[in-house]
């Protein structure tokens, strides 16, 4: 059934924070693109959508419905869906070239509502080839299949100065399409402009974002001059282990992260101070 009754307004076809941010949830993979509709298990996400969607439109949405489990195993989700052909087609076929001239609150929408839908921020533990721990990395990323639309995160971002980096992947299946990431480049500087300018609506990834941030620890290489020094004196005076001048290191210079790999490299591999950069665990 077709819904020609809830036609676009002149109004509405005006770039906003609300249509950028609807547009940039469209074209992430959780927006079923004929019948607009958004299934997800983040009830935060639909309302956000919600609330934008109807703002910009001037309709009203279906009520949030919960959808059966076919799994128990899986998380409950949600479903919304605002009903009219014109206003899918409009997001289908608008220009998104025009965001590149666009200001930077509506840049910024655009990209919120893209990694609502299509981001991430994760904290794992990194492990040597022993299987043991060495610390923690960090990525905030978003993914999708369309290259064309990774391109445009990675410029909008830019504009933003946030410079990012684009991973490709091969498909697990041979019909499947190519996966692109797009990945912020690691910096503290650069996490918190995202979490300023970009961040998420949704809760749960907004505080994985807020946990980088505040367990990301850094040392100019200046600083680290000092620990490097004492280790090799007793290294050369004592023939300390890494093990061992690690747990004087951290007696003395409990303010920095020091680790057991960078003792291993100044003392058996030969490694100069550089600067430390890693995330501790949350």
Same mark, same amino acid.
């Given at each position: 059934?077709?819904?020609?009754?809830?036609?676009?307004?002149?109004?509405?076809?005006?770039?906003?924070?609300?249509?950028?941010?609807?547009?940039?949830?469209?074209?992430? /993979?959780?927006?079923?693109?004929?019948?607009? /509709?958004?299934? *997800?298990?983040?009830? /935060?996400?639909?309302?956000?959508?919600?609330?934008?969607? &109807?703002?910009? =439109?001037?309709? %009203? *949405?279906? #009520?949030?419905?919960?959808?059966?489990?076919?799994? &128990?195993?899986?998380?409950?989700?949600? =479903?919304?869906?605002?009903?009219?052909?014109?206003?899918? &087609?409009?997001?289908?076929?608008?220009?998104?070239?025009?965001?590149?001239?666009?200001?930077?609150? +509506?840049?910024?929408?655009?990209?919120?509502?893209?990694?609502?839908?299509?981001?991430?921020?994760? +904290? $794992?533990?990194?492990?040597? %080839?022993? @299987?043991?721990?060495?610390?923690?990395?960090?990525?905030?990323? *978003?993914?999708?299949?369309?290259?064309? +639309? +990774?391109?445009? *995160?990675?410029?909008?971002?830019? /504009?933003?100065?946030?410079?990012?980096?684009?991973?490709? !992947?091969?498909? %697990?299946?041979?019909?499947?399409?190519?996966?692109?990431?797009?990945?912020?480049?690691?910096?503290?500087?650069?996490?918190? #402009?995202?979490?300023?300018?970009?961040?998420?609506?949704?809760?749960?990834?907004? @505080?994985?974002?807020?946990?980088?941030?505040?367990?990301?620890?850094? $040392?100019?290489?200046?600083?680290?001059?000092?620990?490097? =020094? !004492?280790?090799?004196?007793?290294?050369?005076?004592?023939?300390?282990?890494?093990?061992?001048?690690?747990?004087?290191?951290?007696?003395?210079? =409990?303010?920095?992260?020091?680790?057991?790999?960078?003792?291993?490299?100044?003392?058996?591999?030969?490694?100069?101070?550089?600067?430390?950069? !890693?995330?501790? &665990?949350?």
């Amino acid at each position: 059934m077709a819904h020609r009754t809830k036609l676009v307004s002149p109004r509405a076809k005006k770039l906003s924070r609300e249509l950028a941010y609807v547009l940039g949830v469209h074209y992430g /993979d959780k927006v079923r693109k004929k019948s607009n /509709d958004l299934n *997800c298990t983040d009830l /935060d996400f639909i309302n956000e959508y919600k609330k934008n969607i &109807e703002k910009w =439109s001037g309709f %009203k *949405c279906t #009520k949030i419905k919960l959808l059966p489990k076919q799994n &128990e195993k899986w998380k409950q989700m949600y =479903s919304i869906r605002l009903y009219s052909t014109d206003v899918n &087609e409009f997001l289908e076929n608008f220009n998104i070239k025009l965001l590149s001239n666009s200001n930077i609150k +509506i840049k910024s929408a655009f990209l919120r509502g893209f990694f609502d839908s299509e981001g991430t921020a994760t +904290i $794992t533990k990194i492990f040597t %080839k022993l @299987g043991r721990p060495n610390g923690y990395n960090h990525k905030i990323a *978003c993914v999708n299949t369309n290259f064309r +639309i +990774i391109e445009l *995160c990675q410029k909008l971002l830019g /504009d933003l100065a946030m410079p990012t980096i684009i991973n490709k !992947y091969q498909p %697990k299946r041979p019909n499947e399409k190519l996966v692109y990431q797009l990945v912020l480049r690691r910096s503290k500087n650069n996490y918190i #402009k995202f979490a300023n300018l970009v961040g998420f609506s949704i809760v749960r990834k907004q @505080g994985k974002l807020l946990q980088i941030i505040n367990n990301y620890s850094f $040392t100019a290489s200046n600083e680290i001059l000092g620990p490097y =020094s !004492y280790a090799m004196s007793l290294r050369a005076k004592f023939g300390y282990g890494e093990k061992k001048i690690l747990r004087i290191l951290k007696a003395r210079y =409990s303010n920095l992260p020091i680790t057991r790999g960078a003792i291993r490299g100044w003392i058996i591999k030969g490694s100069k101070p550089r600067v430390l950069a !890693y995330a501790v &665990e949350p």
